[in-house]
DNA sequence: AGGTGGAATGGTAGCGCTACCATTCCGTAG
DNA sequence: CTACGGAATGGTAGCGCTACCATTCCACCT
């Protein structure tokens, strides 16, 4: 199975010192002076440009301009260029396309986890739009830090990648600067407002908050806490549409609110709910941040024996496909993750096309699903 | 707040003919014939090496140097150098330094799914390792699809990645002719097995499965049902540790396998259950391909009051964190997934600092967290 | 004094591609 | 018949960096 020469391959990369002395035997000497033939092939031989543009006989420009903007080619060369790539095997070096262009095609994607399925189905949207595009994807993980975002914006700006996409609209001062000089179309994704950098996709979590929580007031819900993990921007824009329900209804405590900075996770959203028994054991209802919370909360009063719907309503975020299942079913704000993720790569294409998009500001709104879990 | 000089910027790229008529008019005529002077800077006015160099009064060869192997360098030069660097705010580009030392600072990552939480996870592992080297990551998602695996690497290889890091051991053997040829450190993650491309790590999906299994069977389950979504090579090999603790304590029915092609999700494995259920009536255990059908088969024995674990146990795969706090809790073999993505890294990088790991088979183990779900 | 070897630094020549012209060749208008 | 303009193609000169030598300088030996 193994290849020898795939074996020696390595064997080269392993150890520089050793190619370098390989590569000096082999050198010509010529009375006394040493004399380097054309440098070999760092490339490790794979065909350029020049290589397809001899086999074709036509310029290396020519080439170039083919495989970039077949219109501007003759159909005959064109024919010929393409016949002369498949049989060489040619794949053009991105490296040195972006040197020469100043325009490397790549799309940089700025998220705040890699784990959160939300936004796990966000970067799918993004793949799977740019799947079938010259374009590769750059993606970086900000851990839900405004620094580690200027830190990855300014290792992403060099690149001068063919487009941005962040995850939020509250960038820092410089991360929004980094921004705005990048010279290339920029998506912020997940939420709206009024002023995004470039252009924008996604919904608004205070209306998403005060949905889930008026629905709660509605099937007769009185005494309903919110739990949330992770604060972050969206989060605390939940946290705001919530209080704004409860207030309007007049019965905002904040006694009610129960959050934590920590990660959030389904064991998380057990113990802050024991936590907001606790403070206020008359609870008649719970807006979970996000399904990881509602899940937790729904397993503790499966395990405490406390009746969902009739004694506690849930209504959870995001909608996660485990929601439908649960039992009881969980009512929760369904937001469009993937399409989000399409919706700004389209974007972003449009512009870097040339035609940006008429409507910068794009919101694609969410659903309240209810369920089982708040059917009282 | 906008920086009506990022808009105008921003409105150059809107539209190349816009900047070509500009630049034509900025040019210089003279006698007649056009004279261009030196390329307008493309890069954008980033300071490049040759700045650096200028400032601190050194060769542009010494700042590479400085950078890279500040070792190399005298400590009074490298602390001009530094002063320059940051005077200027250059940073080096990758473009030109990939395509000048024919390698770039790229790590290929491929994975089959990018919302499934297991290979988050492991790409969770590697970008945390990879966040303080200079190393960007390529992401590629393979739809668990060979074809796409292949055409994936087609596209990587001619980046020359400084590694290769990619899940499973059962590329095609085109795939695996690519990353022979790579010319690169190759790691293949998520298994173990005999024959690795380079490095391994991982752990047997069939020893989990076959762990899993006879746990069910030592608290006296009998009729113990398999259950699987998406069955790739791991889920098969889950799928073959299960068939073969059965078939060695006599148990094994092949009545009790029901699987699918579709893709895993909490929803599916409740809809398996039942179907499993129709066909035989009389389960009183079942091993889940993973923990989101093991939480779908838990969610139906609530639905349908099939008592947990008394009339059924339940065994999930992969411990997501939900299991634990799961009513009843769910026992599940834990895998090493974060630990997985590091350990490629490191395995990696060593590689490529020219020392290779004396281990190239890393195998992680696994570890079968009993709980409540089959407390019988 | 001359030789030797190593460390530090620099010059040159590309890496593979594309921007920016220049050139050629046609069809059409004058 | 010539001038003109546009379409198709090619040549040249880099993009910003690093590999590969060459050079310098010094300590240390013989």
Redesign the pocket.
């Known amino acids: 199975m193994r290849d020898p020469r795939a074996e020696a391959e390595r064997a080269g990369w392993r150890n ?1 010192k050793g ?2 002395l390989l ?2 035997a082999a ?1 010509r000497t010529c009375g006394g ?2 004399v ?1 033939g ?7 031989g ?8 001899r086999k074709a ?12 903007e077949p ?4 159909q ?3 024919r010929q260029i393409q016949d002369a790539v498949d049989e060489l095997g ?8 972006a ?5 490397a095609e790549v799309f940089g994607v700025l998220v705040p986890s890699l784990t959160n399925s939300v936004f796990a189905e966000v970067v799918r949207g993004i793949y799977d739009s740019l799947s079938d595009s010259p374009f590769r994807i750059q993606l970086g993980n900000t851990h839900y830090s405004g620094l580690e975002e200027e830190r990855l914006l300014q290792v992403f700006a ?1 690149q001068r990648p063919a487009a941005l996409i962040v995850a939020g609209i509250d960038q820092t001062p410089l991360s929004r600067k980094l921004l705005e000089t990048a010279g290339c179309p920029v998506v912020q994704v997940m939420e709206t407002g009024p002023d995004p950098v470039d252009m924008l996709v996604g919904f608004s979590h205070f209306d998403g908050g005060r949905t889930a929580t008026e629905h709660l007031i509605e099937v007769g819900c009185r005494r309903i806490g919110f739990i949330g993990a992770r604060m972050d921007p969206r989060s605390q824009r939940r946290l705001a549409g919530y209080r704004a329900a409860m207030e309007a209804a007049g019965l905002f405590d904040p006694r009610l609110v129960t959050t934590t900075p920590l990660l959030s996770s389904v064991t998380l959203g057990r113990e802050l709910f024991r936590d907001a028994l606790a403070k206020m054991p008359s609870l008649d209802g719970v807006f979970c941040n996000n399904d990881d919370i509602a899940l937790g909360v729904l397993f503790e009063c499966h395990r405490a024996a406390i009746a969902v719907p009739k004694t506690i309503g849930i209504a959870g975020f995001n909608d996660l496909d485990m929601m439908q299942t649960a039992f009881p079913s969980v009512t929760s704000v369904r937001t469009h993750r993937y399409e989000i993720g399409r919706r700004a790569v389209a974007m972003a294409l449009a512009a870097i096309a040339g035609n940006r998009p008429e409507q910068r500001i794009v919101d694609l709104g969410f659903e309240l699903m209810r369920r089982e879990s708040t059917a009282r």
């Open positions: 520089d190619a370098d590569s000096a050198r002076k040493v380097t054309p440098r070999s092939r760092r490339g490790g794979r065909p350029t440009i020049a290589d397809v543009a006989g036509v310029g290396a420009i020519t080439v170039s301009r083919a495989l970039r219109g501007r080619v003759s005959d060369l064109r040619y794949v053009p070096d991105p490296n040195a396309r040197l020469a262009s100043a325009r060099p």
